[in-house]
């Protein structure tokens, strides 16, 4: 089958412009209503895990099922320091990123050294594990109990402009869109590196990679670095902006699997198509399939990834989007 | 001529709706959320079906059209939020009821304070949550009031002197167990095993034996279903000496029955309500609700239907003897006080119910016989119980 109007191809870079020129301009379209933007706040948060991600899986060819556990090591890492050792909490939401880094090099370089599928598992065994943790370490997590009260980014004050996030959905979207921008422009700068080089030969043959010379441990540690680095930096936005933490939430089994079904609509062999399928299965689902079935409008989005994964295999934008030459 | 008439017959017809509209009451927008999919959705479908009957029955008893909002929030708090921001900012609603877990109500509820909108929930049962001391926050249980219907039966009752709690990690379980302890230990009843298990434990037998070991004669589980048939297949193979087996909710279902058979005899549970456990004087709206639950949905309402069903039915009143003004509602919601099927409400000036206590039963020939409070028993607790080699 071919989409309609499936001729038509554009670069990465032009897909990406119009992307984020449209994700600019909406909450004018939309009136800034609050209610509008929080859905789009969670399809931006997913879609920036989903790119997180990807560049693992998409770019070095390592598929992982535990996102949710660097997910919900953020949220809690950027929430202890914000709310426990008083940092501010965009200080708290960088430290959570490399708190993310540190944890991703203790798990990778060990599991990475196997072949086959021992890293995808042992990273969905972590993820299990960090949750258990934030479970029992009830002095510093809260248990089961969870965190209330975690504080919102302090207030920007630009000019006359000032960013209320504790209140304002309107800053909110726009820090979860800069966010998205700034794992889009990262990813990006990664690929067009050497080390991005380096994981294009790893993602099309690891032993053919290692032949050559590709320190191939290194490399696959610099890919889930960066995207367990990203994914923190997006759980700890979602502490702050929920304001409320619990291990079930934090360390939902959908932060491992929903990114996989963004990327996977939107199409992995970019780096804005994750972000896409995010924001279009989201959409779908919120004003579409829910106004259809009030309970059962998770079906039809089920029913729409299997037509997706059946006749266009390489995502919504996989062939429509020419990916540069490396 | 012809259209003359016609005319005649347009503006009859015209004063005639118009008389209508004006005599007819205005609807009552009524906004809920609920997890009717993900991993609470049992519990939210559940929480939405009494709503509905709620809103369906008040406009039957005051001629007034309920225009009810339903939000599914996914079991998710993004989603809870959203569910607020759409029911409270574009739906405009009166009130909002439902919320299933803290960690949904506790982000919704959030919301409905900043929409400044009166916001009952019936599944949160975290004392943090009304410690924000939100203006606009209620709800109908918590959980001081299921440790109390526990605590108490082993203080008055049973009058025991020692005490084993093993509870599941998960945030209710922790909270309960962690207050049954407090309130025992007030009680100067002794709690020397207090020990916390994992979800999927599938042995227990280690925690039992320091129960044992303890000279424990009560065993109190705060779990969920797999739990209690683990502890309790547990007990029977290590003939455990407890007078008494307690748990926390799911206890008694047709299910746990069926799962545990002449196991099941004996145990004692809690829940705020069961078919029958009303006072007397709120035996009558009961019946009522019971009745038209069946007629609606072909099934036995459960417990948290009835709170669904009783949050919207007090946040109904409320809204139409307040004309809809935010602070008329929760003026009316805060001096309510009545004795209704899961026992006496009222709220405190946090929006917790001053008098919740949920109920204790023992499941004796596979029915639930209510043991505790006093005024709400179906009849005496058979303590101690018959060994586990006997069942």
């Known amino acids: 089958m071919r989409w309609p109007g499936s001729g038509l191809r554009v670069t ?18 939309l009136s800034f209503n609050p209610y509008y933007l929080s859905i789009l706040v969670a399809a931006l948060v997913l879609g920036s895990v989903a790119v997180s991600w990807n560049v693992l899986a998409g770019l070095c060819g390592q598929v992982s099922f535990g996102h949710a556990g660097f997910f919900g090591l953020g949220a809690y890492a950027s929430a202890i320091l914000a709310m426990r050792a008083g940092w ?5 939401m960088a ?6 880094v540190a944890v991703s090099l203790l798990i990778g370089l060990p599991s990475f050294k196997l072949r086959g599928p021992y890293f995808a598992l042992a990273i969905l065994g972590f993820a299990e594990v960090l949750k258990l943790l934030a479970l029992n370490l009830d002095s510093l997590t809260g248990g089961s109990q969870g965190i209330f009260g975690v504080p919102p980014p302090t207030a920007l004050r630009l000019g006359g402009l000032t960013a209320d996030f504790e209140a304002s959905r ?4 726009y820090l979860a869109g800069l966010l998205l921008l700034l794992v889009w422009g990262a990813a990006v700068l990664l690929r067009r590196s050497r080390a991005g080089v380096a994981m294009a030969t790893v993602h099309a043959d690891e032993e053919a990679a290692a032949g050559i010379g590709v320190p191939v441990l290194r490399t696959k540690a610099t890919a889930l670095a960066v995207s367990a680095f990203f994914t923190a930096l997006l759980g700890a936005f979602y502490a702050h902006y929920v304001h409320y933490l619990d291990p079930d939430s934090a360390f939902d089994g959908a932060w491992s699997i929903m990114p996989i079904v963004a990327a996977l609509f939107g199409g992995m062999s970019t780096l804005v198509g994750p972000a896409v399928g995010a924001l279009v299965i989201t959409g ?7 106004r259809l079935f009030e309970s059962g409008h998770q079906l039809f989005f089920g029913l729409l990834l299997a037509a997706v994964i059946v006749w266009a295999p390489s995502g919504l934008l996989g062939g429509r989007v020419r990916r540069p030459t490396t | 001529m ?16 118009a008389w209508t509209q004006a005599g007819a009451a205005p609807a009552i927008k009524l906004g809920a959320h609920a997890p009717e999919t993900g991993s609470l959705a049992k519990h939210g479908q559940e929480q939405v079906k009494g709503i509905r009957v709620a809103a369906e029955e008040f406009s039957k008893r005051t001629g007034i059209a309920v225009d009810l909002k ?42 409905a304070e900043r929409y400044d909108t009166p916001y009952m929930t019936t599944g949160a049962v975290d004392t943090k949550l009304s410690a924000r001391h939100f203006k606009n926050f209620f709800r109908l249980n918590y959980m001081p009031g299921y440790a109390a219907a526990q605590a108490n039966t082993i203080r008055e009752l049973f009058q025991a002197k020692k005490v084993a709690i093993l509870f599941n990690s998960q945030s209710a379980t922790t909270e309960i167990a962690e207050a049954v302890k407090g309130q025992l230990a007030a009680g100067g009843v002794q709690v020397p095993v207090f020990e916390k298990f994992e979800k999927g434990t599938t042995n227990y037998k280690p925690l039992l034996l320091k129960a044992r070991d303890a000279g424990c004669e009560v065993l109190l589980v705060e779990g969920y279903f797999p739990d209690y048939v683990g502890t309790i297949k547990d007990a029977k193979i290590l003939a455990l000496p407890v007078k008494a087996y307690v748990g926390a909710w799911g206890i008694g279902t047709p299910e746990f029955i069926r799962e545990l058979g002449p196991m099941s005899e004996f145990v004692y549970g809690t829940s705020i309500w069961e078919m029958g456990t009303a006072p007397k004087a709120a035996r009558a709206e009961e019946a009522r609700f019971v ?31 307040g004309g809809g003004a935010a602070a008329r509602t929760r003026d009316l919601l805060r001096a309510m006080d009545a004795v209704t099927p899961i026992g006496r409400v009222a709220f405190d000036e946090k929006g917790d119910p001053r008098h919740f206590t949920a109920v204790l039963f023992q499941t004796r020939a596979g029915k639930q016989v209510v043991v505790y409070p006093r005024d709400r028993a179906g009849g005496e607790a058979k303590y101690p119980a018959v060994p586990w080699s006997t069942r």
């Open chain 2, 70 to 111: 339903v939000y599914d929030d996914e079991s998710q708090p993004q989603k809870a939020v959203a569910a607020v921001e759409k029911l409270a900012g574009i739906e405009k609603v009166a009130g909002i009821v439902g919320g299933y877990g803290s960690n949904l109500v506790g982000p919704a509820s959030e919301a």
């Open chain 2, 291 to 321: 009745e038209a639950y069946r007629a609606r949905f072909k099934e036995d309402p459960s417990y948290i239907a009835m709170l669904g069903y009783l949050s919207a039915e007090y946040m109904l009143d409320a809204i139409a003897k």
């Open chain 1, 284 to 290: 779908l689902d919120e004003f579409l399939f829910k």
């Open chain 1, 12 to 29: 990465e870079g032009t897909a990406a412009a119009l992307f984020f020129g449209a994700l600019a301009l909406l909450p004018l379209a």
């Open chain 1, 95 to 100: 430290g959570a990123g490399v708190a993310g």
């Open chain 1, 170 to 173: 309107t800053a909110n979207y």
């Open chain 2, 2 to 17: 012809i259209a003359r008439k016609t005319w005649r017959l347009v503006l009859a017809a015209g004063l005639a709706a």
């Open chain 1, 88 to 92: 501010s909490p965009w200080l708290a």
